[in-house]
């Protein structure tokens, strides 16, 4: 019973994290891309890097997700490394397989607000489901609970700020329109990252502990649940 009980709880935060990602590409593909709502983060520097300097977006995303990836094994241990390794590839085939197979489309172009809505509210949490359960779904991801780390900053706080800052720049190329409701979906995305790391439920309770900003990176978005139910 006890080797089923470990094998479960092995389990749980890889499924967890395929869910989130699932979730993750769901929504850039069904909410975001169809709906014309831009990206942040590194892929938004990435398209920005295109647009700018004719850098395949590839490429760019490799330059800049290994460095991220080997700074986080020496930090945040190999554990992570492969739980992030393993949300970015299932991430990159839920994508794929969606883009090719999914006849679902949501036509929001009339109504942008409820599809930044949307889009925040689902994107944060499939992230923070990531997080929370150990992972990361990049390499920007990874430098935003780095950033949270060193810093003191809520992760969904540093979410918002990167992406807000990526996507002002991405004015460059981007209607304003569109790049204006991804901010509000990006600010959306973050507080709902913050309540998913934070959120617990005990004794038939809901609550939402209150985490220090010193804490925030450190005590829940690097710990499974598993974990962080026991610390409780």
């Known amino acids: 019973m006890r080797k089923k009980d470990h094998f479960i709880s092995k389990l749980e935060p890889i499924f967890m994290m395929l869910f989130g990602t699932f979730l993750l590409a769901f929504a850039y593909y069904h909410i975001n891309f169809q709906n014309h709502l831009s990206e942040g983060g590194f892929v938004g520097l990435s398209l920005l890097g295109k647009y700018v300097l004719g850098i395949n977006p590839a490429l760019s995303m490799l330059l800049l997700d290994i460095p991220v990836i080997l700074v986080a094994m020496l930090l945040k241990g190999r554990k992570f490394v492969m739980n992030t390794l393993i949300a970015t590839f299932s991430f990159s085939i839920f ?16 109504n942008l607000l409820f599809a930044a809505v949307l889009s925040g509210l689902v994107t944060g949490f499939a992230t923070g489901l990531v997080l929370r359960f150990g992972g990361a779904t990049g390499g920007d ?74 804490a925030s990176s450190q005590t829940v978005a690097s710990k499974p649940v598993h974990a962080m139910r026991s610390a409780h």
């Open 141 to 214: 991801d990874i430098l935003t609970l780095l950033i949270s780390r060193w810093s003191g900053l809520k992760v969904g706080t540093v979410f918002i700020l990167m992406d807000a800052f990526v996507l002002l720049l991405s004015l460059f190329y981007l209607p304003l329109k569109e790049t204006l409701f991804t901010i509000l979906a990006v600010g959306i995305a973050g507080r709902t990252i913050t309540f998913t790391l934070t959120f617990t439920f005990r004794k038939g309770k809901a609550n939402v502990t209150a985490v220090p900003e010193s």
């Open 95 to 110: 994508y794929e397989l969606l883009e090719r197979y999914s006849t679902l489309v949501i036509d929001l172009h009339n």
